[in-house]
């Protein structure tokens, strides 16, 4: 049994009396009879029987719908849970159902722009117009709309009016290259293009118009593409095929009201994508009831909004944190957006901002918590800091280390917060619970509804050794389905392959006698750098494109306080030398085809790439072997199509200068 750490924060009474999760407890045991003894008792409760759990969300938040469910869980198969059958109900009105005109609603800053606010009745006039100018293309429900934006106001108003018709978003971050936003946007076939002029990051500006010229060329079915005049007031659109202005195309005078389109509630709200290991980024559907649902379950009862409470939380449009942020509007606390790098002009930037915009829960990264650690960040010199409740992070597990550095620089009074869980379900499995104690280097619970589970590879339940992350039950945001998978093959191949029946999520996870749980990393070999999730089959697309380059492998390796190591290993054409000219080369096209955060810290040449019989690349073992993981644990040297491709990283491994490098 592991020796429970110390504890650094526990809720007062008063803290626990004014919950949300109270307050719900509360009135379960008034309105459904069901009576618990603190959390954990609730949460095995709502696992243990989910239609009296998602009903009672239901409720408890009173969902709206034109047409009521026939009952909770028609149908509870996984994969393939029916929820809510019948029901017909729209996300956006959830949104903006009784909102105080005046009260603010979003406040918002970049690098380019000010900190300003907008208030509700402002950003229904705003929604209101742009979406009777999607009505006024054509644009209807199922429709896919996509946007190349960064996180600023109008990627809310543009989202929020896509959902209010019934037509399905998506976006990525214009720090995106052309190939990675081509491989996600045009497996979807979008009709509309929203798209940035340019961003500043850091400083530094960037041109976009070519990027978007290129997608326009790469998806021929774009019928219309709306410029966003952010880097410059008045961008050229010469070039750009049917392109029009944001303003032109919104009009002027007064706005239409704003309608709500009442679909089903497996209706596609939104495509987000997780890339897996091979092929092109899974597009992964989520329906307007499922993320409802779960947003209001999580804003609410653990993240513990309400009213006068401000989210902010460091992300942008191509990752599921966004969208997890703006569903802060469906509670009675506002949001807080920023744009641009978070250590511009220095690595106090979101400290500011913070003091700035009276946010009340701080939301960010474990790399960022480790970066301010490591640059000797002092949140509070020359800053109150006065609102400022809660801190959350995620994106990758929070060190103890980390966990102290916040009480010590924040105070003793903060709450908190390690959160993990995915895209998949863009939530949190495991996180927040404003009415439980914060031990060092643990998440607090698993969140209600979730059972979750750490799984040995025979499917057994573990408590207190790390095993897989697994979900026994279904989750009301499970995606509906990947988009374009008709027989559904891929969706059953990216989480029940391992476990039939059983969603296995990809990472490492212990839960302790406690309650609590500590999450270890990734099991599969997703990478994810400042934020952005991007599948080793995209780094390998854009390298490989290279004639001197035969084949590749990348790893993301966790380093103390840093946010990871992510070496790549190559095989080159006979007679070619790694030399500087052509790492710089590799990693340009990183930065141009994928990201700028994946460009890979190092570069090394290697003979051969270890693969599976089958072909498949093995960076799971070697990412374990490179972590210091005896080779015949990591993996069955029998599986192998060629053994010795495995002797440079054993080597590697074995190197002092590697290990403190």
Same mark, same amino acid.
């Given at each position: 049994?592991?020796?429970?750490?110390?504890?650094?924060?526990?809720?007062?009474?008063?803290?626990?009396?004014?919950?949300?999760?109270?307050?719900?407890?509360?009135?379960?045991?008034?309105?459904?009879?069901?009576?618990?003894?603190?959390?954990?008792?609730?949460?095995?409760?709502?696992?243990?029987?989910?239609?009296?759990?998602?009903?009672?969300?239901?409720?408890?938040?009173?969902?709206?719908?034109?047409?009521?469910?026939?009952?909770?869980?028609?149908?509870?198969?996984?994969?393939?849970?029916?929820?809510?059958?019948?029901?017909?109900?729209?996300?956006?009105?959830?949104?903006?159902?009784?909102?105080?005109?005046?009260?603010?609603?979003?406040?918002?800053?970049?690098?380019?722009?000010?900190?300003?606010?907008?208030?509700?009745?402002?950003?229904?006039?705003?929604?209101?117009?742009?979406?009777?100018?999607?009505?006024?293309?054509?644009?209807?429900?199922?429709?896919?709309?996509?946007?190349?934006?960064?996180?600023?106001?109008?990627?809310?108003?543009?989202?929020?009016?896509?959902?209010?018709?019934?037509?399905?978003?998506?976006?990525?971050?214009?720090?995106?290259?052309?190939?990675?936003?081509?491989?996600?946007?045009?497996?979807?076939?979008?009709?509309?293009?929203?798209?940035?002029?340019?961003?500043?990051?850091?400083?530094?500006?960037?041109?976009?118009?070519?990027?978007?010229?290129?997608?326009?060329?790469?998806?021929?079915?774009?019928?219309?593409?709306?410029?966003?005049?952010?880097?410059?007031?008045?961008?050229?659109?010469?070039?750009?095929?049917?392109?029009?202005?944001?303003?032109?195309?919104?009009?002027?005078?007064?706005?239409?009201?704003?309608?709500?389109?009442?679909?089903?509630?497996?209706?596609?709200?939104?495509?987000?994508?997780?890339?897996?290991?091979?092929?092109?980024?899974?597009?992964?559907?989520?329906?307007?009831?499922?993320?409802?649902?779960?947003?209001?379950?999580?804003?609410?009862?653990?993240?513990?909004?309400?009213?006068?409470?401000?989210?902010?939380?460091?992300?942008? !449009?191509?990752?599921?944190?966004?969208?997890?942020?703006?569903?802060?509007?469906?509670?009675?606390?506002?949001?807080?957006?920023?744009?641009?790098?978070?250590?511009?002009?220095?690595?106090?930037?979101?400290?500011?901002?913070?003091?700035?915009?009276?946010?009340?829960?701080?939301?960010?990264?474990?790399?960022?918590?480790?970066?301010?650690?490591?640059?000797?960040?002092?949140?509070?010199?020359?800053?109150?800091?006065?609102?400022?409740?809660?801190?959350?992070?995620?994106?990758?597990?929070?060190?103890?280390?980390?966990?102290?550095?916040?009480?010590?620089?924040?105070?003793?009074?903060?709450?908190?917060?390690? !959160?993990?869980?995915?895209?998949?379900?863009?939530?949190?499995?495991?996180?927040?619970?404003?009415?439980?104690?914060?031990?060092?280097?643990?998440?607090?619970?698993?969140?209600?509804?979730?059972?979750?589970?750490?799984?040995?590879?025979?499917?057994?339940?573990?408590?207190?050794?790390?095993?897989?992350?697994?979900?026994?039950?279904?989750?009301?945001?499970?995606?509906?389905?990947?988009?374009?998978?008709?027989?559904?093959?891929?969706?059953?191949?990216?989480?029940?392959?391992?476990?039939?029946?059983?969603?296995?999520?990809?990472?490492?996870?212990?839960?302790?006698?406690?309650?609590?749980?500590?999450?270890?990393?990734?099991?599969?070999?997703?990478?994810?750098?400042?934020?952005?999730?991007?599948?080793?089959?995209?780094?390998?697309?854009?390298?490989?494109?290279?004639?001197?380059?035969?084949?590749?492998?990348?790893?993301?390796?966790?380093?103390?306080?840093?946010?990871?190591?992510?070496?790549?290993?190559?095989?080159?054409?006979?007679?070619?030398?790694?030399?500087?000219?052509?790492?710089?080369?590799?990693?340009?096209?990183?930065?141009?085809?994928?990201?700028?955060?994946?460009?890979?810290?190092?570069?090394?040449?290697?003979?051969?790439?270890?693969?599976?019989?089958?072909?498949?690349?093995?960076?799971?073992?070697?990412?374990?072997?490179?972590?210091?993981?005896?080779?015949?644990?990591?993996?069955?040297?029998?599986?192998?199509?060629?053994?010795?491709?495995?002797?440079?990283?054993?080597?590697?491994?074995?190197?002092?200068?590697?290990?403190?490098?």
């Amino acid at each position: 049994m592991r020796e429970a750490p110390p504890i650094l924060w526990q809720p007062d009474a008063a803290r626990i009396a004014r919950a949300t999760v109270t307050r719900y407890a509360a009135w379960l045991a008034e309105y459904r009879g069901v009576r618990t003894n603190g959390y954990h008792e609730l949460w095995q409760w709502s696992v243990g029987d989910l239609e009296a759990f998602w009903g009672s969300i239901w409720d408890f938040f009173e969902v709206k719908a034109s047409s009521p469910p026939e009952r909770v869980l028609g149908r509870r198969a996984l994969p393939g849970a029916e929820w809510f059958p019948g029901a017909r109900l729209n996300y956006a009105q959830h949104v903006f159902r009784d909102r105080p005109a005046g009260d603010v609603a979003v406040r918002h800053a970049s690098e380019l722009r000010p900190l300003r606010e907008t208030t509700w009745d402002a950003l229904r006039d705003a929604t209101g117009r742009f979406a009777a100018a999607l009505r006024a293309s054509g644009i209807g429900p199922g429709d896919r709309v996509v946007a190349y934006l960064p996180n600023i106001l109008e990627a809310v108003v543009a989202f929020h009016a896509c959902a209010s018709i019934g037509a399905v978003w998506s976006s990525c971050s214009p720090d995106f290259g052309v190939r990675s936003v081509v491989d996600r946007f045009a497996q979807i076939e979008p009709r509309l293009l929203i798209a940035i002029d340019g961003y500043r990051y850091a400083g530094r500006d960037h041109d976009r118009l070519e990027v978007v010229r290129a997608l326009q060329e790469a998806m021929p079915g774009l019928e219309r593409t709306v410029i966003v005049p952010y880097l410059t007031p008045e961008p050229s659109l010469e070039g750009l095929s049917s392109a029009i202005a944001w303003d032109a195309f919104v009009g002027v005078g007064d706005s239409p009201a704003l309608e709500f389109a009442q679909v089903p509630f497996e209706h596609p709200l939104w495509v987000l994508y997780s890339s897996g290991t091979t092929g092109l980024p899974k597009a992964i559907v989520h329906g307007h009831g499922g993320i409802l649902l779960e947003s209001l379950k999580k804003l609410h009862l653990h993240v513990d909004l309400q009213d006068g409470d401000r989210l902010f939380w460091f992300t942008t !449009t191509g990752w599921m944190m966004w969208n997890f942020l703006i569903g802060g509007l469906l509670t009675d606390g506002s949001i807080v957006l920023y744009d641009g790098s978070p250590a511009a002009p220095t690595m106090e930037a979101l400290w500011q901002l913070a003091d700035d915009a009276g946010v009340t829960c701080f939301g960010t990264s474990a790399s960022y918590i480790a970066a301010c650690a490591k640059n000797g960040v002092e949140p509070r010199a020359g800053r109150s800091l006065a609102r400022l409740q809660a801190v959350g992070s995620t994106g990758s597990p929070l060190s103890p280390e980390g966990f102290d550095w916040v009480y010590e620089r924040l105070g003793p009074d903060l709450w908190l917060f390690s !959160t993990s869980g995915g895209t998949d379900v863009c939530t949190a499995f495991v996180g927040g619970v404003p009415t439980l104690p914060v031990y060092r280097g643990e998440l607090q619970a698993r969140a209600l509804g979730a059972k979750v589970e750490a799984w040995s590879p025979a499917g057994t339940s573990l408590v207190g050794e790390v095993g897989e992350l697994v979900l026994t039950e279904p989750m009301p945001s499970m995606p509906v389905c990947f988009w374009g998978d008709e027989d559904g093959s891929r969706y059953r191949a990216s989480y029940f392959d391992v476990f039939p029946g059983i969603w296995r999520h990809g990472d490492w996870i212990e839960l302790t006698e406690r309650g609590t749980a500590i999450i270890t990393g990734r099991s599969d070999a997703t990478i994810n750098r400042g934020g952005i999730r991007m599948g080793t089959a995209e780094i390998y697309r854009a390298v490989l494109t290279l004639d001197e380059v035969v084949d590749a492998l990348v790893v993301d390796l966790p380093r103390e306080g840093t946010a990871g190591y992510m070496p790549l290993f190559v095989v080159l054409r006979d007679g070619v030398v790694l030399d500087d000219e052509l790492v710089a080369r590799i990693g340009n096209r990183v930065r141009e085809d994928c990201s700028p955060r994946h460009v890979p810290d190092e570069v090394r040449q290697v003979p051969a790439i270890p693969r599976t019989l089958s072909g498949k690349v093995l960076e799971v073992p070697v990412k374990r072997i490179l972590s210091g993981e005896p080779t015949d644990r990591a993996l069955s040297r029998d599986s192998l199509a060629d053994p010795e491709a495995l002797r440079p990283f054993e080597e590697l491994a074995r190197s002092t200068a590697w290990r403190h490098a």
